[in-house]
């Protein structure tokens, strides 16, 4: 088993004018191939900065950052963007769907940036949506003709359309209902089951409860790591 991810002593210091933010001081975290890992601490910990890092949306201030044995710490944007497109789903709590575009057009985006011609495109959206347990006959809604818990099935198909080795998810149930939220979890859990690694970030103790290992943000740091309570994951409790 190789490791995903692995954060060596990682600092982020967001500067504002003259005001200094220290968001991660000196975080370790070695993530491995078919892991599913959850990330919870009080708002402001740095848990979006971490995911952020990792997904190579922002860089670390220092420290270093590996990804599938490779050192993205100092990467160019150029290379930032091909990495994040080659190794990289992420999901977000507020979907980040395109409305103007079609579902079908969402999906393809990734794929779109790789170059990938249209004829390859299709086959691989609907593989994606089927596995998210969406349907055919979203293909050509507009997002916001779909349910929160349909769009962040969407959200989740277009990343992983290109089969990315590590999947990010920053709080994807945070606006959902309770039964959304389930489908979304069941998604994630049938995902890690074929082999993606996965990192996400929730408030959510029901939800962290269903990955295999959870660890606490305070002040930038890594406090505490618990075992979750699988009888307490939100695919094993009923009502809500
Ligand atoms: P969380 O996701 O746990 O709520 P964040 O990672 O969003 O925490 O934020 C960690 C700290 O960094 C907070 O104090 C936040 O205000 C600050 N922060 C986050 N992003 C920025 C930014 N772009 N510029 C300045 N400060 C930021
Ligand atoms: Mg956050």
Redesign the pocket.
Known sequence: MGRTVELVNVWKI?K?GSVE?V?LRGVDLVVDEGEFISIM??????????LNIVGLLDRPSSGIVRLAGRDVSSMSSTEMAFYRNKFIGFVFQRFNLVNRLSVRENIELPLIARGMPKSERYKLVVEALKMVGGEESWLYKKPNQLSGGQQQRVAIARAIVTSPVLLLADEPTGNLDRSSARTVIETFVKLNRNGLTIML?THDPEVANCSEKIYL?RD?RIWNTVEPEKDRCILETVGG
Do not use: D, E, F, I
């Open positions: 967001y504002t933010t968001a601490g009080p708002s402001g910990s740095g848990k979006s900065t971490l970030v943000l930038g």
